[in-house]
């Protein structure tokens, strides 16, 4: 399909049963014409990082190829042009999540962690104090943990975890008492291990009553379903463009425009200043004011032709296909393995994602994901980046299976085949 023709409509690709038109929808990822061990590659490992379409490679290309100058400085036509393109990539980002001053509120970074540590260094520092507290949860990635660490060992802040169920869900039966006191309230809106999906706007409600503002994770929703940040009641939203069809080296954040411009800078350098004197410095307005340095230009561009992709098919259509397939795979894993496969996180449902973290018999993750990638099975074995999760769950790794717009039915009888055969040469019970 070429984008460029502007010729795909949602009718295009959808079929019946909430299901996408996988077979035209595979045709615009030239990586998946690509065969590994003489297989077809079944790709599985969209939490960790999504497959590129053709559109957005050829945005990128054409970037390159015609417009390629540094942004905010030059006054020459390509240059003037490529400050176009990162500014229109900005508000495209922006509208996209429904922010409404998208020019004021949308900073670009390098991926999520970046724009969560720029919360935490940024808004931390000039508003935190010692005995303060942060609320976490014990689904959250490394990246809305870690900062929150270094900021609690130099500050002395008191971090509080919310707890999951045994459902994998999170217990938020004592929500309101987390809340209490608190400055920050932190939370992923779909988790990258249980693919749990977080009641975010009910939370942030909670977290507001109590004076706190709200630190969204959207890693893994921002690609995967329709993000409103007005819905959400979100104060910071966080997200990366390579999970999002996107390329890698950019990240989002976004954040109230009020809340940004009293935040103090991130990173110091060139583009970020008003005025320089050799013992000051005056620092611009946001978003630029935590731009420092030359900005991800093509990178912006490439999200930019992601946003149009994803729009070109649909949020709710894309969520619509991904759900119906995350029921699929659970019905037929639990189907087919039964109690050997143990898979964490909520059944199929509103609040669950495609994202499916399992362990099969007494088989390593690591093992598992070995025999899989024979059969073109693409999957993640490990920790996810979620060690206190992990431990939560009794459990050193998982395989974790994850699903996008370009999976079917078929990739998980592949899925499940692979895994049988991982039972046979590994398991001993
Ligand atoms: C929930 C969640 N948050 C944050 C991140 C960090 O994303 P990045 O590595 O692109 O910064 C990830 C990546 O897996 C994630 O799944």
Known sequence: MDMTDGAMT?????????????????????????????????????AATSLTPRPVIDAISKYYETTHANVHRGVYATAEEATRLYEEARIK?????GATRPGEEVVFTKN??????????????????????????????????????MLSEELGIELRYVPIDGSGRLDLSNFDEFCDGAKLVCVSAMSNVLGTINPITEMSKVAHDHGALVVVDGAQSVPHLPVDIQELGADFLAFSGHKMMGPTGIGVLWANATILEAMPPFLGGGGMILDVKPE?????DPPDRFEAGTPPIAEAVGLAAAVDYLQSIGMGQIRSHERSLTAFALESIG??????????????????????????????????????????????????????LMRKLGVAATARASIALYNSEDDINVLIEGLVEAGRLFANA
Not at 16 to 41: C, M, N, Q, T, W
Not at 93 to 97: A, D, E, H, K, P
Request: glycine share 8%.
């Open 280 to 284: 000051k410095f005056l620092p611009a």
């Open 10 to 46: 949602v009718d295009d690709v959808e079929v019946a049963s909430g299901y996408l038109d996988v077979e035209k929808l595979r045709r615009d990822f030239p990586i998946l014409a690509e065969r590994v061990h003489d297989r077809r590659i079944v790709y599985l490992d969209s």
């Open 93 to 97: 980002v922006g509208r996209f999540i």
């Open 335 to 388: 189907e087919k393995l039964g109690d050997d496969c143990r898979i964490f996180g909520p059944p199929a449902g509103d609040d669950r994602g495609g994202v499916m973290s399992f362990s099969y018999r007494d088989v390593h993750a690591h093992d598992i994901a070995q025999v899989l990638d024979q059969y073109g099975v693409c999957v993640r074995p490990g920790h996810h980046c979620a060690k206190p």
């Open 112 to 149: 999520a962690t970046e724009a969560l540590n720029l919360i935490a260094s940024s808004w931390g520092h000039a508003n935190l104090k010692e005995n303060d507290v942060v609320v976490l949860t014990e689904m959250e990635h490394h990246s809305n943990i870690v900062p929150w660490i």
